[in-house]
Each structure stands twice: as structure tokens, then as C-alpha cells.
């Protein structure tokens, strides 16, 4: 299957999750990732509802690009952008969670909680994330329900 390289990414996170944001901007812009910064910034609280939509506002209009998400625990803001239907936000917490994301599952989102992951285990999944191809074949249907609940007949493709 012929994939599109994604070399670009937005990156959101709401207070408990701007440390690790920050991380990862910088380890993606050193491997040449256009990264754009959607914020927050600082610890001041605010509210991941409002990230979450940003980000899935951001990728609306640039389908090219990959997303990254980060709250305290990554529930918050994966449910938040998972909300938009062009979303495939996948909360992980390991790098095999990362690449069937991607293999299976064509995330375009890849959510991290910053209380739950180590620095180091959150950029691999990062890594991971980046350099993997969404499979095709029988998940394709699949991933199409998600954006189309229910568009296709149940079980067309057991």
C-alpha cells in the first residue's frame, strides 16, 4: 500500500500536560517535523474540552498532518478530540499501542497522559507513531464505521 509521509503534527495539551508537549516538540523538531504548538503553556489550569477541539479543528483543514494530545491522564483530551468524526484519537500508553494504532486503527492522534507515561516510553511511542502505515485491507471498513456509524451493514467485514 502507497501511504503519504506525514511530516507535520499539531500538538495540544491542556496544564497537566504541557511539560510533556514541550518534550515533544522539541524531539520532533529535531528529527525535521514542521511542529505547530496549539497550546497550553504553563500550569495555569484550563480545560482540556477546550485543546481537545483545537487540535481537531487544526487537522480538519490539514488532513496531511498528525495530531499529538496530552492531558494529566490522556483520557480527558483523547475523549475531547474523539468527539470531531475525522478524528482517530488513540490514548496509548506503550509503543505496541502506538504502532496498531496506526497499522489497524489509522490514528491520526496519538493521545499520552502525562501522569501515566515516562518521558523516554512517551517518545518512543511518538517515534513509533510516526513511522508507522495504516494497513489497509479488512481495516479499512472498520475505520470507516467510525467516522460512518452504521453507514456500513454490520459485519461486512468479519
Known amino acids: 500500500m502507497n501511504q503519504k509521509v506525514i511530516r507535520r503534527f499539531y500538538a495540544a495539551s491542556d496544564h ?9 516538540i522539541e524531539h520532533l523538531t529535531m528529527q525535521g517535523f514542521e511542529v505547530l504548538d496549539l497550546g497550553a503553556e ?3 489550569p484550563v480545560d482540556y474540552p477546550d485543546y481537545g477541539a ?3 479543528e487544526a487537522l480538519l483543514s490539514d488532513c496531511d498532518a498528525f495530531g499529538v494530545a496530552i492531558c494529566g491522564s490522556g483520557i480527558g483530551i483523547s475523549i475531547a ?10 490514548l496509548v500508553s506503550d509503543v505496541v499501542g502506538a504502532e496498531l ?14 501522569r501515566l507515561i515516562d518521558k523516554q516510553t512517551a517518545l518512543n511511542c511518538v ?10 485491507g479488512r481495516h479499512s471498513v472498520r475505520v470507516e464505521k467510525l ?3 452504521r453507514a456500513i451493514p454490520l459485519n461486512s467485514n468479519s
Not at 16 to 24: E, H, M, Q, T
Not at 81 to 90: D, T, V
Not at 102 to 114: K, P, S, T, W, Y
Open 16 to 24: 497537566a500536560g504541557a511539560v510533556l508537549k514541550s518534550d515533544i
Open 42 to 44: 504553563g500550569n495555569a
Open 54 to 56: 483545537t487540535l481537531a
Open 81 to 90: 478530540a474523539n468527539r470531531f468524526s475525522h478524528i482517530r484519537a488513540a
Open 101 to 114: 494504532s496506526r497499522r489497524h486503527n489509522d490514528a491520526n492522534v496519538l493521545a499520552l497522559g502525562e
Open 127 to 136: 517515534d513509533t507513531f510516526a513511522s508507522t502505515d495504516f494497513e489497509g
Open 147 to 149: 467516522a460512518n456509524p
